[in-house]
């Protein structure tokens, strides 16, 4: 099999420094870290890094408050879920990735 969801959002969160993941092996999702102050002030919290990905790049996260992270220092986060095909988290990563490039403050 190709390379995995999982080690593919690893592999580009790695490469982004201002997002960073919490990933199980065998979870069917993983929660992404947003570091607020490295984006432009378009980003200002989950909600609006949602919005505005859904907006801009059509990909669908669901914001870290959904599963009791309210913000504050260090605790802004999405949530993205491997249940589409390889190809479709494969496109959906890199437009992640793109979007975060583009909104770097």
Do not use: Q
């Amino acid at each position: 099999m190709e390379l995995s969801m999982g080690r593919h959002i690893k592999v580009t969160m790695r490469k982004t420094e201002w997002c960073s993941h919490n990933l199980s092996s065998s979870a069917m999702y993983a929660m992404v870290r947003i570091a607020v102050e490295e984006f432009d002030d378009s980003v200002r919290d989950d909600v609006t890094f949602m919005d505005l990905l859904l907006r801009e790049e059509n990909v669908v996260v669901l914001p870290g408050r959904a599963f009791g992270l309210e913000g504050g220092s260090g605790r802004h986060a999405f949530r993205v879920v491997f249940c589409a095909p390889m190809d479709v988290l494969s496109e959906a990563a890199g437009r992640i990735e793109s979007f975060c490039r583009r909104h770097r403050g």
